[in-house]
């Protein structure tokens, strides 16, 4: 599991470090570990930025972009397993405390494409996420972009979702990814790209 990581964190910086250039707010990588994503790594933008992250560390998948932009595209008996096993933690006024509103809100991402966490686990902070998927058609692993709210609003978060779906698009294509198959998974980046 390590190695094939630190091979994914290889083959995935290149186009990390082109989407914190395009939306000039910082990039993780996280992997799923049972109800908790593990960031893999990280690309800061030049500017300062008030992200406090660490590669190696984990937060809950209910209430990070990543964390709900994986699960969101496991197979329903994954999404099951995990979510029975979640302790609901409240961190802010806005952190999902309920199996409802998680199964809502990956209802949302899976028509969306992608997951917003929107100051449920630090006030001030923004996260749009999308999934990373293998030649199998398997979420195994998620892209984000962070930065404060004042920086990433309501307007703009369109156009930030557009970078960061094109890039895990790219990023799955490199992995093996076959687009000509047009499996269920891809439909959420069809409906931003037509290729």
Not at 31 to 58: A, F, H
Not at 103 to 123: N, S
Not at 143 to 156: D, E, F, H, L, M
């Given at each position: 599991?390590?190695?094939e990581q630190?091979?994914l964190?290889?083959?995935?910086?290149?186009?990390?470090?082109?989407?914190a250039a395009?939306?000039?707010?910082?990039v993780?990588?996280?992997?799923?570990q049972k109800?908790s994503?593990?960031?893999l790594?990280?690309?800061e933008?030049?500017?300062?930025v008030?992200?406090?992250s660490?590669t190696?560390?984990?937060?809950?998948?209910?209430?990070t972009?990543?964390?709900?932009?994986?699960l969101?595209f496991?197979?329903p008996e994954?999404?099951?397993q995990?979510?029975?096993?979640?302790?609901?933690?409240?961190?802010?006024?806005?952190?999902?405390?309920s199996?409802?509103?998680?199964?809502k809100?990956?209802d949302r991402?899976?028509?969306r494409?992608?997951?917003i966490d929107d100051q449920e686990?630090e006030?001030?902070?923004?996260?749009?996420?999308a999934?990373?998927?293998?030649?199998?058609?398997?979420?195994?692993?998620?892209?984000s972009?962070s930065g404060?709210?004042?920086?990433i609003?309501?307007?703009?978060?369109?156009?930030?979702?557009?970078?960061l779906?094109r890039?895990?698009?790219?990023i799955?294509?490199?992995?093996g990814l076959?687009?000509?198959?047009r499996?269920?998974?891809?439909?959420?980046?069809?409906?931003?790209?037509h290729?």
């Amino acid at each position: 599991r390590a190695v094939e990581q630190v091979d994914l964190r290889t083959r995935v910086h290149p186009y990390f470090r082109r989407l914190a250039a395009h939306v000039g707010e910082t990039v993780h990588l996280s992997v799923l570990q049972k109800t908790s994503i593990v960031y893999l790594d990280k690309v800061e933008p030049n500017r300062r930025v008030c992200v406090s992250s660490k590669t190696g560390t984990s937060n809950p998948v209910y209430c990070t972009s990543m964390g709900k932009a994986m699960l969101a595209f496991q197979p329903p008996e994954v999404i099951e397993q995990i979510v029975s096993k979640i302790r609901f933690v409240r961190y802010t006024h806005k952190t999902l405390t309920s199996r409802e509103a998680l199964m809502k809100a990956l209802d949302r991402v899976r028509r969306r494409g992608y997951a917003i966490d929107d100051q449920e686990i630090e006030v001030g902070v923004r996260c749009v996420g999308a999934p990373i998927f293998d030649e199998n058609h398997q979420a195994i692993a998620a892209v984000s972009v962070s930065g404060p709210t004042s920086r990433i609003t309501a307007p703009n978060m369109p156009e930030i979702a557009e970078h960061l779906l094109r890039c895990c698009r790219d990023i799955s294509l490199s992995l093996g990814l076959h687009a000509k198959k047009r499996p269920r998974v891809l439909s959420a980046f069809e409906r931003h790209y037509h290729s």
